[in-house]
């Protein structure tokens, strides 16, 4: 094999040889600087170029000096499966969509960092509305950044003395032109979505900009509502046949939506979310109350997909079985919720819990109860839901200049907050023959559908597979003279496995979890403010309190930490 093909080799092993060569380099002596090719040696030219060699292009770096800046805000969208989360981070295994982000507003020369390689959004004044977590997606993200402009810079008052030295005539008409035409901030300016789309990766995408954000905006402390979606089948995984049970519980695998949309509706309202969120200690929070303007259960009417031995009976609740082939499955729902803002991990944690009480493992009370800190002043030890499902669908940002006397902007009569950022969608700054070009094969929607197309067809053939398979296993299982919907007697072996459920969490199957233990009988974790004094005396300070006053004494600081 070829040692020089690092096609084949590992991440691990491509380092340790960069780690080699660097090292190689250090130990060689420094090189001698070239001459210049002007300058002779004992009075005889440097030799020419060998023919047919050139001379490596030089990429000439704009001059931001040049370029009038702007303050902009903008709207994005992602697929985060295959991302480490948004926020930028060094050491992470996986592309961040921040870093994404850098690579294509540098390459573009939107922003001038002294070091390309080096990520500081410090430089342009940016902001963003939502840290999402690795494999979070985001549908309405939103970021505040300065950025480069095409609008001219002022003539500078001893330049144009120059000009009018040399020909004021020429200056006039040049000044006569310009008032007759002057800059406009939307059709004459840079497009940005269009710029950064060609850069960026086809699962991230710029869906709109905002050419003039409110004074003082901040894409995270002027957000008023935050939406968020989380996804999920119905069943949530692939049932088993059974013939029911004497209490009515649906096979495993099927949810009861019900109880899940009556457990949902609990949330809505302020509530205290420290038993439903993970405490950093770190971040010493002492306030744990949200709001939360709307929480449910939605179901996706065009999502349902046809795997016709799902509805057969054994594999399917009593009444849908008995409903014959007419409806589809499995379908497909997302936990609806709108807030002003979100602990950290509070959306996963809200979801499992709706799990349980889905799996009827826990009654809808049990959100409740989980609110109430005084029957529950430690966290339950029950794991979070899986982290793809999840979207961060939208961010809103209502009139952020209210009246001197009127404090903060409330939801509307009907519990909503209206956005009134005025948004640019992507291709909707050019002219009509150009918007139409979305849809043309270079595209913004043409991209998109690549990237759909190509899950679509990893859905259709596993969908395909998966009902051959079920359906060779029916014709297998009646090979001995029964029939899968039979009631058999389990052996003794297996009374056992009898008592075991499988957990669902949100992932692409159930988890075997053994005999389900009640939220009220698991262990508690320390209350949030024991965990804090914990930490703080690890740090060398007498408690929370001793170190928080510490830590921000003069600041004004506002504590949030969004999912």
């Known amino acids: 094999m070829d040692p020089t093909n690092y096609n084949s080799w590992t991440k691990l092993g491509l380092v340790k040889r ?3 060569l660097e090292a190689e380099l250090q130990r060689r002596p420094p090189a001698l600087e070239p001459e210049p090719e002007a300058q002779q040696h004992d009075g005889v030219e440097a030799a020419a170029p060998t023919p047919g060699t050139t001379k490596p292009k ?19 969208a992602y697929l985060g499966k295959n991302y480490g989360g948004f926020e930028f981070q060094a050491m992470c295994k996986q592309p961040t969509i921040e870093e994404e982000l850098w690579n294509a507003l540098t390459k573009a020369c939107l922003i001038f960092p002294e070091d390309e390689k080096i990520v500081d959004f410090n430089i342009c004044e940016y902001s963003k509305c939502g840290r ?8 309405g993200q939103v970021i505040g950044i300065r950025v480069r402009s095409n609008k001219p810079l002022p003539r500078e008052p001893r330049q144009r003395v120059e000009e009018d030295e040399m020909g004021g005539q020429a200056e006039q008409e040049q000044e006569a032109a310009a008032k007759e035409k002057p800059f406009d901030p939307i059709a004459d300016e840079i497009p940005y979505p269009m710029l950064l789309n060609r850069l960026l990766p086809p699962d991230i995408r710029i869906l ?8 003082d905006f901040s894409a995270r402390f002027s957000c008023r509502e935050r939406q968020y979606r989380y996804f999920f089948t119905q069943p949530a995984f692939s049932p088993e046949p059974s013939a029911g049970s004497s209490d009515g519980a649906p096979p495993s695998g099927w949810l009861d939506i019900d109880a899940m949309r009556d457990a949902a509706k609990r949330f809505e309202g302020e509530q205290d979310f420290r038993n439903l969120c993970k405490v950093d200690p770190a971040k010493l929070i002492t306030n744990w109350k949200r709001t939360i303007f709307e929480s449910d259960i939605v ?5 349902a997909t046809a795997l016709p031995y799902i509805t057969a009976a054994g594999f399917s609740p009593a009444d849908l079985a008995a409903a014959g082939s007419g409806r589809s499955f499995p379908k497909v729902y997302y936990f609806h919720v709108r807030g002003s803002a979100f602990l950290w991990h509070q959306i996963r944690h809200m979801v499992a819990v709706l799990f349980l009480v889905g799996q009827r493992l826990e009654r809808p009370e049990v959100v409740s109860e989980l609110l109430d800190v005084e029957k529950y002043p430690g966290k339950p030890g029950y794991p979070m839901a899986d982290e793809v499902p999840l979207v961060l669908w939208d961010c809103v940002f209502p009139d952020l200049i209210p009246a001197a006397d009127a404090g903060e902007v409330p939801p509307s009569a009907n519990n909503k907050h209206v956005d009134s950022m005025q948004w640019i969608r992507a291709g909707a700054e050019t002219s009509s023959r150009m918007r139409a070009g979305q849809f043309g094969p270079f595209g913004a929607l043409d991209g998109m559908w690549k990237v759909w197309r190509g899950h679509k067809m990893d859905e259709l053939l596993s969908g395909r597979l998966l009902q051959l398979m079920a359906e060779q296993a029916a014709e297998s299982e009646g090979e001995d003279g029964t029939t899968r919907h039979e009631e058999k007697q389990l052996p003794p072996s297996n009374k056992k496995a009898a008592l075991s459920v499988r957990l669902y969490e949100g992932g692409n199957t159930g988890r075997p979890a053994g005999k389900y233990v009640p939220m009220e009988k698991k262990d508690k974790l320390e209350s949030p403010d024991e965990l804090n004094d914990k ?29």
Not at 58 to 76: E, G, N
Not at 540 to 550: E, L, P, Q
Request: aromatic content about 10%; charged content about 35%; some cysteine.
């Open 299 to 303: 179901e996706v009417e065009e999502g």
């Open 208 to 215: 709109a900009w905002c050419p003039s954000p409110p004074p």
């Open 58 to 76: 030089v990429k000439r770096k704009m001059d931001p000096t040049k370029y009038s800046t702007r303050f902009i805000a903008l709207k994005l």
């Open 18 to 20: 960069v780690h080699q």
């Open 535 to 563: 930490y703080a005396r690890r740090k060398g300070f007498v408690d929370a309190a001793d170190m928080r006053a510490r830590r921000y004494e003069g600041k004004d600081v506002v504590m949030q930490d969004d999912e």
């Open 132 to 139: 999402t977590d690795r494999g979070v997606s985001a549908f």
